[in-house]
């Protein structure tokens, strides 16, 4: 079975930092893109990062470009999100997706539950 | 960036109704179009992909057509268990985008 686990929201002030994990099994994870989507609360679904398979390409939404960094590492089945200078407006529940390929997003065929991050002062 | 342009928000249905949900695009998108359904405190659910395929293990009930820019979600006769958001999303070009989400609800 399909699973994603996210961890590491929690509680920050503006300005400080969190690293989120998205741990994944039941798939070849290597062999897959993976994408951090979230969702603030009440509101809808925005993208906001995606690595490639390899790890060697990341996309970035524009909001959050130079402050939130995504990795992988393959060795350990695991998806990172590493999010610096947080604003109020990143704010929301975390959720890791998974792309039916390794170089092409495309779609997102499996979701975590996600993890919120709330940053407030 | 391509906006995703969903009508309408929101829509009052009656058991065995049938539900149009339409999607529109700023731009061309191809077949690069897909649904999603998220129920309250769940993750979304894929149930349409590349306009028109069904996901694995979803009802048939659910259909999507459409190409470039203008899509449809159709459920053919609504359950209880499809009240719930549905969302469309680009996977044409980053950013990959979603619509704004159409509600349905009990009428």
């Known amino acids: 079975e399909v699973q994603l686990l996210e961890s590491g929201g929690g509680l920050v002030q503006p300005g400080g930092s969190l690293r989120l994990s998205c741990t994944a099994s039941g798939f070849t994870f290597t062999n897959h893109a993976m994408s951090w989507v979230r969702q603030a609360p009440g509101k809808g679904l925005e993208w906001v990062s995606a690595?490639?398979?390899?790890?060697?390409?990341?996309y970035y939404t524009d909001s959050v470009k130079g402050r939130l960094t995504i990795s992988r590492d393959n060795s350990k089945n695991t998806l990172y999100l590493q999010m610096n200078s947080l604003r109020a407006e990143d704010t929301a529940l975390y959720y890791c997706?998974?792309?039916?390929?390794?170089?092409?997003?495309?779609?997102?065929?499996?979701w975590g539950q996600g993890t919120l991050v709330t940053v407030s002062s | 960036d391509i906006q995703m342009t969903q009508s309408p928000s929101s829509l009052s249905a009656s058991i065995g109704d049938r539900v149009t949900i339409t999607c529109r695009a700023s731009?061309?998108?191809?077949?690069?179009l897909n649904w999603y359904q998220q129920k309250p405190g769940k993750a979304p659910k894929l149930l349409i992909y590349?306009?028109?395929s069904l996901q694995s293990g979803v009802p048939s009930r659910f259909s999507g057509s459409g190409s470039g820019t203008d899509f449809t979600l159709t459920i053919s006769s609504l359950q209880p268990e499809d009240f719930a958001t549905y969302y469309c999303?680009?996977?044409?070009?980053?950013?990959?985008?979603f619509g704004g989400g159409t509600k349905v609800e009990v009428k």
């Open positions: 590349a306009a028109s």
């Open positions: 999303q680009q996977g044409y070009s980053t950013p990959l985008t």
């Open positions: 997706a998974k792309a039916p390929t390794p170089g092409q997003l495309l779609r997102f065929d499996c």
């Open positions: 690595i490639s398979g390899g790890g060697g390409t990341t």
């Open positions: 731009q061309s998108v191809s077949s690069y």
